[in-house]
């Protein structure tokens, strides 16, 4: 099993900045494929961005592309989301995600939360 823990959620106006961070415990870290999910209430979850295990390969859903950014630390244990431009309309809880390698999301955090205000 995996343990993978948010941090970095808060209340930011609008145009404003936030990093998000994810921990991970439990099993090696450094080839799993990682993601960013987010759930706005009343909504369904939705992807929002994910990176490869060696960090080369990046991807992003069409409404945070060019203001968010995902990145693994140098340890290869923490995967961040760094959210620049923020907008009402992220508000949301935001979920950490790995694939093991089986093209799954496996395993998911317990979630942080984003508000953003106008």
């Known amino acids: 099993q995996v343990q993978l823990v948010e941090s970095g959620g808060g209340l930011v106006q609008a145009g404003g900045s936030l990093r998000l961070s994810c921990a991970a415990s439990?099993?090696?870290?450094?080839?799993?494929?990682m993601s960013w999910f987010r759930r706005a209430p009343g909504k369904a979850r939705e992807f929002v961005a994910a990176?490869?295990?060696?960090?080369?390969?990046?991807y992003y859903s069409n409404s945070v592309k060019g203001r968010f950014t995902i990145s693994r630390d140098n340890a290869k244990n923490t995967v961040y989301l760094q959210m620049n431009g923020l907008k009402p309309e992220d508000t949301a809880v935001y979920y950490c995600?790995?694939?093991?390698?089986?093209?799954?999301?496996?395993?998911w955090g317990q979630g942080t939360q984003v508000a953003v205000s106008s």
């Open positions: 990176i490869t295990w060696s960090g080369s390969n990046f």
């Open positions: 439990g099993r090696t870290f450094s080839n799993y494929r």
């Open positions: 995600a790995a694939d093991p390698g089986n093209s799954v999301w496996t395993y």
